[in-house]
């Protein structure tokens, strides 16, 4: 069942195209204390923000990898997530490979910013936190 129903729609500010779709979301993360290359998508073909929840959506061609200094990153097709400051919780659409097992994420945080640390939370509530640079324009590679 989608997060992004037709009511969930109405409420929200929708744009859609690759190049407007960044640029919303990336200013979106910078107003939320959150790294600009946090989550990396190519060809959005929409996104929504529903402001007064924080509900936030990413719809894109097709599931992409990418790799972050040493982790392996896994976006499906719809990223959904409820954001507020320094934190994105309920995440669905995202897992990370580590020692060869898909780990699906619900939560991302800094604490206590100007923190130089992220925090990556399964549901069953394992973390790792990796150095805040790691995720910050540009480190990236496919």
């Not at 061609?61 to 400051?85: G, M, S, W």
């Not at 800094?110 to 973390?127: E, N, Q």
Request: aromatic share 12%; net charge negative; charged share 30%.
């Amino acid at each position: 069942m989608s997060l992004v129903t037709a009511e969930m729609k109405a409420k929200a500010e929708v744009y859609h195209g690759d190049e407007l779709c960044r640029e919303k979301f990336m200013l979106l993360l910078s107003e939320m204390g959150l790294p600009d290359g946090l989550l990396i998508l190519e060809d959005i073909e929409e996104c929504g923000y529903v402001k007064e929840i924080g509900f936030v959506w990413l719809k894109h061609k097709q599931k992409r990898e990418y790799r972050f200094d040493n982790i392996l990153v896994c976006y499906d097709t719809v990223v959904t997530a409820y954001f507020e400051p320094n934190k994105i919780k309920k995440l669905t659409g995202v897992k990370a490979k580590e020692f060869w097992i898909w780990i699906t994420l619900n939560e991302i945080y800094v604490k206590d910013p100007p923190a130089r640390w992220i925090t990556f939370k399964t549901s069953a509530g394992l973390s790792k936190s990796f150095p805040i640079s790691v995720f910050v324009g540009g480190d990236q590679e496919n």
